[in-house]
């Protein structure tokens, strides 16, 4: 499903350059949870946005589900993250003014998903949010913040999921909610790349990859 | 959920943000509309005050219209009033009379029937009145020995269709005479005096003022006496008449048409003088009436001439002040606007991030803060045209309140506003709008 191979990629800013990412290769298989663990500085994040077509490696090549995002216009690779790809992140990133359902459902202007208003229905009930359907992010609690965030994410249905600390700002029983909506998404089918420091995160993982400084090790 | 949904919530969520933009498209648009409708109240006040001082010298000219005719008619009846007291100054004779011997010889040798004045006065005819028939002839008065003019006279003869007026001359009665200032003068006759001419003995009852010309030779006496005398029975010489009043231009043409209408076989002379005087009268009269008038005119006109320009002074003034003011204004509000939107792009770092991750395109990014613009300016358009047209309405300083507004009111402006606003809002948001929509995500979503 999701195929890197040999993505180098380093940030230069004036005289600086800073090696993100230093010939990493990776695949996960559809149904397949992936955990990465490492340091803060690592190259998680970059990781996950060169995977999730939002950006561009120095070298190597990326495969989603069969497709080269970097190989499309800007605007087919935005087709493209909305059509295969769903991003949960540590700050959430709601739209704040936006209610819950106005939040998940905001996937579907990227995309044509008649199935949208339906689905967007069925995640509310499943991930326990009926209630707040129509409250505004900074009525929520921070688990509900990032269960709409996940449902967001899910909502066109992707193929892979990226998940870049998605429990690092919830308590452990919000984690374990969410980590579980994760693992029933890989159940069903999806991949996931999730990116952490947490151990506890990372141990619902079928996998578990340890990141330093822009490779994996041992 | 569309764009649109999008845009009011974020709008309703930041409305300081929109409140701000807004306020300066009213500012701008309602500066522009004010300067605009101030411009047209201006005008329509000086149009009312032209209008005004119009009416006014056309009243004026009126009145002075009213009064030189007043006037000129008064001097037209003056100098008729003279003209009369010239006498008869129409003379109809038979055709065949020689002319030249009236002229050099005083005498009228040719007569026609009397009846001719009955028929005349009986014909409705306007442009002669005081019809007088006469036998008039150069005789040899016998008794003193001398050449005299005989005229004899019956009186006027009263127009049918006419008020009868006050004759120039009555009537002779028989056996009286009037005389001449020549022959009385010389001959040192006295009022009641017995003269006989031809074996007929008159009393004369009349000395005649001295005139100057044939008068002064002439005896007058009963018509019926002056033509047994000169065995002229039911035949006279002349018919004098006064031409009338209404007679238009070409009077003693006219007068010559209906007569020789009317009496075939006579002929119509003018005596000179006193149609002179008359026509002269009248030219005196309109020409004085003319001047005056155009005095008045002019006068008028200069004072509506100078009116306009100063009020165009003004005007001229208070346009080049809008063509100051509004640009300023205008870019003012754009600059504005462009930090206020760079100020909202900054602020929706993260939201835009976002929403491009999941898919949206940069073209739908841009779309969402240009529809922000385009309802930031209907909105500052509309209401900055209310307010523009209440300034108009309140500082334009026209009489009445709703006819200025209904006057001031105007809806292209309306439409303008509604247009260009949005357009001005769009432009001045479209750097930062650009910024957002070319912002990369993978920036954004990277800080923790
Ligand atoms: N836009 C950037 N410009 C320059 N350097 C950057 C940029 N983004 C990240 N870096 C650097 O690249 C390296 C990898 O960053 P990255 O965000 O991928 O780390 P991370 O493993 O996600 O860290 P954390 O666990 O703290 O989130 C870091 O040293 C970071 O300082
Ligand atoms: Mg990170």
């Known amino acids: 499903m999701l195929q890197l191979t040999d993505v180098h990629k380093t940030y230069s800013k004036k005289a600086s350059k800073v090696v993100a990412l230093n010939g990493v290769s990776l695949e996960i298989n559809a149904g397949e949870f992936v955990a990465i663990r490492g340091p803060s500085g690592c190259g998680k994040t970059t990781m996950m946005l060169i995977a999730g077509g939002l950006l561009g490696p120095d070298e190597g090549n990326v495969q989603v589900d069969g497709t080269e995002p970097y190989s499309l216009s800007a605007d087919d690779r935005a087709k493209f993250r909305a059509d295969k790809v769903g991003f949960v992140f540590q700050q959430f990133h709601l739209v704040p003014y936006l209610s819950v359902l106005d939040n998940i459902m905001s996937a579907a202007l990227a995309s044509d998903n008649d199935e949208a208003k339906h689905h967007a229905d069925e995640l509310i009930a499943r991930f326990h949010l009926d209630d707040r359907a129509h409250h505004v992010p900074a009525e929520l609690s921070t688990g509900e913040r990032q269960r709409t965030a996940l449902a967001r994410a899910l909502l066109n249905k992707p193929k892979l999921l990226l998940a870049d600390e998605p429990t690092g700002n919830l308590d452990r029983e919000n984690a374990d909610i969410v980590l579980g909506h994760i693992r029933e998404f890989a159940a069903a089918g999806g991949s996931v790349l999730l990116v952490s420091h947490d151990d506890h995160a990372v141990s619902k993982a079928n996998r578990t990859l340890n990141m330093s400084a822009g490779e994996f090790v041992k | ?448």
């Open chain 2, 1 to 448: 959920m569309s764009v649109w949904h999008l845009v009011l919530n974020e709008i309703k969520h930041r409305k300081l943000n929109f409140f701000l933009a807004a306020l300066s498209v009213t500012v701008a648009v309602g500066t522009l509309v004010g300067a605009m409708t101030l411009l047209r109240a201006d005008e329509i006040q000086t149009q009312s005050i032209l209008d005004d001082k119009k009416r006014q010298l056309e009243k004026t000219v009126a009145k002075h219209e009213q009064e030189t005719a007043e006037a000129g008619k008064k001097l037209e009846d003056d100098y008729r009033k003279i003209t009369k007291g010239l006498g008869f100054n129409i003379l109809i004779l038979p055709e065949e009379q020689d002319l030249n011997e009236m002229y050099v010889d005083g005498d009228l040798s040719k007569s026609m029937p009397e009846q001719l004045v009955t028929k005349l006065a009986e014909s409705g005819i306007v442009t002669v009145n005081h019809l007088l028939p006469i036998v008039t002839r150069k005789i040899e008065w016998p008794e003193i020995n001398r050449s005299v003019i005989l005229t004899g006279t019956r009186g006027e003869v009263p127009l049918a269709h006419r008020d009868p007026k006050k004759p120039l001359q009555d009537l002779i009665p028989a056996g009286t005479m009037h005389v001449g200032f020549a022959l009385h003068t010389k001959m040192k006759w006295k009022k009641g005096d017995k003269v006989t001419l031809l074996g007929k003995e008159f009393e004369v009852t009349n000395l005649k003022p001295e005139q100057g010309d044939t008068d002064d030779g002439t005896i007058w006496i009963n018509l019926a006496e002056a033509q047994e005398l000169l065995k002229m029975q039911n035949l006279v010489n002349a018919i004098l008449a006064l031409e009338c009043n209404c007679a238009t231009i070409d009077r003693i043409g006219e007068i010559r048409e209906d007569i020789e209408e009317i009496l075939p076989g006579t002929y119509v002379v003018e005596k000179g003088s006193s149609a002179l005087a008359r026509a002269e009268a009248r030219m005196r009269a309109k020409k004085s009436a003319q001047d005056s008038l155009k005095k008045a005119k002019a006068d008028g006109e200069a004072a509506i001439a100078q009116e306009k320009t100063s009020r165009l002074e003004i005007r001229k003034q208070r346009e080049n002040l809008a063509a100051l003011l509004v640009p300023l204004n205008l870019i003012g509000c754009a600059i504005w606007i462009g930090f206020l939107t760079f100020g909202n792009v900054r602020n929706r770092a993260s939201e835009i991030g976002i929403l491009r991750a999941i898919g949206l395109r940069s073209q739908q990014i841009l779309s969402l803060f240009l529809s922000k613009s385009l309802i930031i300016g209907i909105a500052g358009g509309g209401i900055g045209y209310a307010i523009g047209l209440f300034i108009g309405v309140v500082c334009g300083d026209l009489p009445d309140v709703n006819t200025a507004t209904s006057q001031l009111f105007s809806i292209n402006l309306v439409l303008a506003s509604l247009v260009l606003a949005p357009v001005l809002a769009s432009i001045s948001s479209w750097l930062p709008a650009l910024m957002a929509a070319r912002q990369d995500p993978a920036l954004v979503l990277q800080e923790a």
